[in-house]
């Protein structure tokens, strides 16, 4: 770290050798864990811009999912958030959501979770969204916990992404994942908290309450989380 490896590590994501990138992105993600200083080093050497180039740019899982780990470690710092974020780091990580790669999707949804509560004012999120809708039913809790920890965020004090969420079967969705026999806590609260939002201060607010008590049983299913 103090010889200036980091600096030159970051600028050598600008190389387009897959396997050597594979490399550099696995370095850094060890460099920057638990590190605020290297994260902050990588930041002012251009790396978040460099990182959603990558995601944007190739195929290949290894160096997707070591990517994808560099960015879930950056996105817990206060100064990379933005840097992500303005890059376009949202959409390049939506991207890969699709993935047949369990490690790869896990680590965009854990990025995507971190930059979420700093994105609550972007519109134009559909692919995203569709996508966080999609993985409710997945049936993996770590993969429901953080889309619908994502989903929480986005649709705070947001109407347009309210308005897609319930649009795409959201409110169905979060209370099919609340429904389960055994539901763990870190489910619930993100859940709750996101159909908390779909039922209030938007166009199709009573929509959706009315679905919740007349079309889709809900209520019963909130009574159970309160006694659980």
């Known amino acids: 770290r103090q010889s200036g490896c980091l ?14 990138l594979t490399i550099c992105t696995d370095c850094l993600q060890i460099l920057a864990y638990g ?42 710092c206060a100064s990379n958030k933005p840097a992500i974020i303005v890059a376009g780091g949202m959409d390049a990580l939506a991207k890969h959501l699709h993935s047949s790669s369990h490690r790869l999707v ?5 990025a995507l979770r971190n930059l979420s509560d700093a994105a609550t004012k972007m519109d134009n999120l559909q692919p995203l969204l569709h ?28 109407h347009a992404n309210k308005h897609v969420v319930f649009k795409m079967g959201g ?9 389960q026999p055994v539901v763990k806590e870190d489910i619930l609260e993100p859940c709750m908290c996101a159909l ?21 049983n809900g209520l019963p299913i909130i009574a159970r989380v309160l006694h659980a």
């Open 196 to 216: 908390r939002h779909l039922t209030s201060r938007h166009e199709e607010e009573e929509a959706a309450r009315h679905s919740i008590v007349h079309e889709l």
């Open 171 to 179: 409110v169905e969705r979060l209370l099919r994942a609340v429904s």
């Open 35 to 76: 590190h605020q200083e290297s994260k902050l080093q990588i930041l002012c050497s251009g790396g978040p811009v460099e990182l959603v180039r990558i995601l944007r740019t190739y195929q290949y899982e290894k160096l997707l999912w070591t990517t994808a780990r560099v960015l879930k470690v950056l996105s817990v």
């Open 106 to 110: 896990l680590n965009c949804l854990w």
């Open 131 to 158: 996508s966080l809708v999609r993985l409710l039913d997945c049936g993996d809790s770590s993969m429901i916990t953080c889309s619908a920890g994502i989903l929480s965020n986005l649709t705070c004090n947001n």
């Open 7 to 20: 600096q030159k590590m970051t600028a050598l994501l600008r190389k387009n050798n897959i396997k050597f």
